[in-house]
């Protein structure tokens, strides 16, 4: 018998041979491994001859090379690595050359129970106290004992990057600290704007040039400063910009920024803080880097000695173009200055219950190819968003089908922050499914393109900088349609200073959504249609929703600009945002819109609002000149629902999506609401989550033991 078959013999007779499961070929990576040894034995011989290999880059050129050398095997190939940091030199990249196939994968993972983690930053070590007496009188008196100091060029490390921006940050104990700055939480406000080109954007007033007033004197300490930088929302607050301070006139309170300017110029009342500024290191957390010398200056928030200090360096750690069946599974990846990991073309890559934290861009980033899928992941603490998912075909409406499943994303878009959402999906026909995001200064979601589906999602918390945001944002686009928003869990969503924002937003005349089955708990303009057409809102509950429901039609009116421009291309070239919508595919998929342009285009046409359910708050924030457009019926407002545990509803609670069940003989029944999949929203129990219960989580409804079941 061979070592692939299996011959079944029963009472005599010899049944149809069955194949065994192979055993992939396997190597193994080591702390005390080497990169000239074979990789095919766990701990080195007593020779010093053989043993496992030492480094990612050396797995990946062993199997390359063993690829080239043999067929690849029924159960493909394992790379195992045991547990310690590895630090790379460059980004581990793979190609084409390191693919798998479907039947036979490749898979690099760290071994299981053991703590694996991909380093692209530097350990600093050697730390003294500041003895520099002129650095002394710089720094507050109440840090110059408390702040110790390390030489970065004596670690090899001469490139700091921009403080704008993309520079070296500084992480301790698994956590980024904060570079000095003033005020040292949240912001403070644009006395007056001094350019001398004024700016009027609907009857907002402002200025072109980055001049303004400040109050107080604070500033006033940072005139030598060589790097001080500002940080804010300058004209909208869903526009952020950082800028080098280039002068400050503490007599008239009067401060100037470096060009460019914000696009969009700058507004009274608007706020900023300030940053990169040494005189300003004055509590635990803070950091400053004299990048002229290299010298780090760091008030570590517990004692240096008994903490891990790391700088980002490498731009990326890992690369996969244009492979195709390669698994990473359960590695700790950090330290970049860029996107922790970038996918882009080939087929099937995987990112499997990885913790991907502390970098300044994204946490992974997918750009053309298929079915690539993020799965089971925590991501937090990154400077931009966590998860970009780019791919299909807007001509022929050709999905990617890429899929970010059972993730964890929290406490991102530490340094850009606004349009840096925990996902977003782009392109055709992609999903974001059962994912818990949380704790943003913008978006929570984001997708544009066609056909995508966002489902069984927790989003709450997020929107906490902004108030023309959305938990889930879209927009400016008529032939962007068919993604499907369905049973989602969004709570606790009111924007900056709580002064509103939305919830699931479909912005400036976005169409073609559906909006059903979803779960919105103090939640403000839940549910938003900013002038669109052809969206469907139903089978949704609003609980404590101000309001739970909003229509305009802003094509008719202040945003007639951009529909204006759409209606002449189309009616000239026969496009719409280059698309040709009158013809097939998308004269098919999507009906109405092929003869758009005859039907009153800038008008809200199309939109059903039904069968929801809506008890506190406020429902109908439907604006008069849209109503006359609208479906709207079969709606239970403002009756008791009769949930199964009220009791777990209300101020101070915080419920899970199962605390929103009806009982048998609840009056929405009779207006055609359907039972919701409460059970089925947010994490669910895994083999391939990088941790459960979900670690780092800020409430009770963060963390969901459902049934245990595979990932999609």
């Excluded at 073609?512 to 969206?535: H, K, L, M, P, Q």
Aim: net charge neutral; with cysteine; hydrophobic share 35%.
């Amino acid at each position: 018998m061979s070592k692939t078959t299996l011959l079944i013999v029963m009472a005599g007779f010899l049944l149809v041979p069955v194949k065994a499961s192979a055993a992939p070929v396997e190597f193994l990576v080591a702390p005390n491994g080497n990169d000239i040894w074979s990789g095919s034995i766990e701990t080195p011989n007593a020779q010093g001859s053989d043993g496992p290999l030492a480094t990612m880059a050396g797995a990946r050129d062993t199997v390359r090379k063993w690829k080239q050398e043999n067929e690849l095997p029924e159960g493909g190939i394992r790379v195992v690595v045991r547990g310690g940091t590895y630090t790379l030199d460059r980004p581990l990249g793979f190609s084409a050359d390191d693919s798998g196939t479907k039947d036979r994968p490749i898979v690099y993972q760290a071994k299981p129970g053991e703590t694996v983690r991909l380093l692209g930053g530097r350990v600093v070590t050697k730390w003294r106290p500041v003895t520099d007496q002129q650095v002394r009188a710089k720094l507050d008196p109440v840090a110059r004992n408390q702040v110790r100091q390390a030489d970065l060029k004596g670690l090899g490390i001469t490139d700091f990057g921009s403080p704008l921006g993309g520079g070296i940050e500084l992480f301790f104990d698994n956590k980024p600290m904060t570079v000095a700055r003033w005020p040292n939480q949240g912001f403070v406000r644009v006395v007056d704007v001094l350019g001398k080109t004024q700016r009027n954007v609907r009857s907002k007033k402002g200025c072109v040039e980055g001049v303004f007033a400040y109050e107080g004197d604070r500033p006033s300490r940072w005139g030598d400063e060589p790097n001080g930088c500002v940080h804010g929302y300058w004209f909208w607050d869903w526009a952020d910009e950082r800028h080098a301070i280039i002068s400050i006139d503490p007599e008239h309170h009067r401060l100037e920024v470096a060009p460019p300017f914000h696009n969009y110029g700058y507004r009274k009342g608007q706020w900023f803080y300030a940053f990169n500024l040494q005189s300003e290191l004055d509590q635990p957390g803070e950091w400053y880097l004299d990048r002229q010398h290299g010298i780090l200056y760091f008030w570590p928030p517990t004692p240096i000695e008994q903490g891990e200090a790391i700088v980002s360096v490498l731009p990326t750690i890992v690369t996969m173009n244009d492979i195709s069946h390669v698994t990473l599974r359960g590695f700790i990846v950090e330290g970049a200055r860029g996107d922790a990991i970038a996918i882009s073309g080939g087929e099937e890559g995987r990112i499997v219950g990885c913790t991907i934290r502390n970098v300044g861009g994204w946490a992974v980033r997918v750009a053309g190819g298929r079915q690539h899928s993020v799965v089971g992941c925590d991501m937090y603490q990154m400077g931009r968003g966590g998860i970009a998912l780019s791919g299909g075909d807007r001509t022929t409406l050709t999905p990617a089908g890429h899929v970010a499943d059972n993730n964890h994303i929290h406490h991102y878009a530490r340094t850009k922050r606004v349009y840096q959402p925990g996902i977003t999906l782009q392109g055709v026909g992609n999903r974001a499914s059962h994912n818990l995001i949380h704790d943003a200064p913008h978006m929570g979601m984001g997708f544009g393109g066609n056909n995508h589906r966002i489902e069984l999602n927790e989003i709450h918390h997020v929107c906490q900088e902004s108030n023309d945001a959305g938990a889930i944002y879209t927009g400016r686009n008529w032939t962007m349609r068919g993604t499907v928003i369905r049973h989602n869990y969004l709570h606790d969503i009111s924007g900056f200073e709580g002064r509103g924002c939305m919830g699931i937003y479909l912005d400036d005349m976005f169409c073609g959504t559906e909006i059903s089955g979803n779960v919105f708990y103090r939640v403000t303009r839940a549910a938003f249609i900013g002038g669109g057409r052809d969206c469907l809102v139903a089978n949704n509950l609003f609980v404590d929703c101000r309001p739970a429901l909003h229509v305009d039609a802003r094509a008719l009116g202040w945003a007639h600009d951009h529909s204006d421009r759409w209606i002449q291309e189309g009616r000239e070239k026969g496009t719409l945002s280059g698309i040709r919508f009158a013809k097939p595919p998308y004269s098919t998929r999507y009906p109405g819109l092929a003869d758009m342009l005859d039907d009153e285009p800038a008008a809200p046409k199309g939109n059903r609002v039904v069968h929801n359910v809506s008890v506190g708050g406020k429902w109908d924030g439907v604006h008069g000149n849209a109503r006359k457009y609208l479906t709207l019926k079969d709606n239970l407002v403002d009756v008791d629902p009769h949930f199964t545990t009220p009791d777990r509803l209300g101020e101070g609670k915080h419920p899970r999506p199962t605390d929103f069940a009806l009982k048998t003989d609840s009056p929405a029944w009779s207006v055609g609401f359907q039972t919701l999949p409460l059970e089925k929203i947010g994490l669910y129990e895994d083999d391939a989550r990088a941790s459960w219960p979900a670690a780092m989580s800020t409430g009770p409804s963060c963390i969901k033991k459902n049934a245990k079941r595979k990932s999609r």
